[in-house]
């Protein structure tokens, strides 16, 4: 069996076990078609849309990292040997016991990145920049935790059962975990070149053949070219719209009035530097409909849909 250069040696015998037959049908395939078609050859599929309904809750989505939901969709076996499959959607971010203390996000069940090891947006990237941007808050880093391509999309403080506790994960107490369904896993891969990124990614090859193109969900340590975060937002400017809203240690723009913070409304978070831009200002990680109850999910977790820049000039005046 071919294997691509980029996949490290810590799961090469993980995918030659596992997986031999099937790559072995696909290079079988692979070459079928270059016979056929000279010049044409196998590579990863890049744009594929989500076999997740995307609709009702997260269990639909592609954050329900079990890669199972109740009928239908993908099968969560092919991801089986490099990751654990908790059988739980919630226990990837959330637990009942056990939380992470450090951060004020809610019964939080995961590491949080060093905020020091991220390069944040400045005037080097905006002649324009007029507000202060400090190392990400609380409401980025939840999110970051798997986006920033380091750590492992199953690192959890707190494994389903008993006896399942650590305050620092690592691959040794994460093998500990016996999965229901089966195999291993003895690898734990993140959002980055050579582990997600070996098979989800424009350059993957044949191990790619089926899957989605994931390179715009690693955002990685590097956030100079991203919006903003840890940005200050101010009460005040001729190039910002006030918020209309309060809500906890949130700002946010009050769409009907009720003086409730809901899914769908953008809002900025004070989390001891003033109220400043946050992943989660944007986006809302369980979904969020595009019209109603049951309707389905605006695409990547936004809150408001970007139709006609809807999103940014909820904010900005432009």
Known sequence: MHTPAHLPHKYLAVTARQTWPALRLLNFICLAVALSFPGEYCIADVDLPTKFSNNTSISN??????????????SGVNMDPYRNDYGQICVYCHTPHGANPT??????????????TF?????????????????????????????????????????????SYSPAPNAAFLNT???PSGLGPFVHL?????????????????????????????????????????????ASSPDFVPTT???NNA?????????????????????????????????????????????PFIPTFMRVANNGSNLCITCHIK
């Open 61 to 74: 989505t592609r954050h329900n990292l079990t890669q199972r939901q109740a009928s239908g969709g993908p």
């Open 103 to 116: 951060i004020g996000a809610p019964l939080w069940n995961r590491t949080l990145p060093n905020t020091s």
């Open 119 to 163: 390069t944040t947006y400045s005037a080097l990237n905006s002649s324009t920049l007029t507000q202060t941007v400090t190392a990400p808050g609380a409401n980025s880093l939840v999110c970051l935790s798997c986006h920033d391509g380091a750590t492992a999309v199953d690192a959890t403080l707190n494994m389903p059962g008993p006896g």
């Open 177 to 179: 975990w016996s999965n």
């Open 190 to 234: 993140s959002l980055k070149q050579g582990e997600c990124l070996a098979c989800h990614a424009p350059d993957a090859g044949v191990v790619g053949t089926g899957a989605a193109d994931f390179t715009v969900a690693v955002i990685g340590k590097d956030l100079t070219d991203d919006h903003p975060v840890g940005i200050g937002f101010p």
């Open 245 to 247: 809203g309060n809500w």
């Open 251 to 295: 700002n946010f723009f009050d769409l009907n009035g009720n003086g409730r913070m809901e899914k769908n409304e953008i809002r900025v978070y004070d989390t001891g530097e003033g109220y400043e831009v946050e992943c989660t200002t944007c986006h809302d990680p369980h979904g969020v409909p595009s019209a109603g109850a049951g309707s």
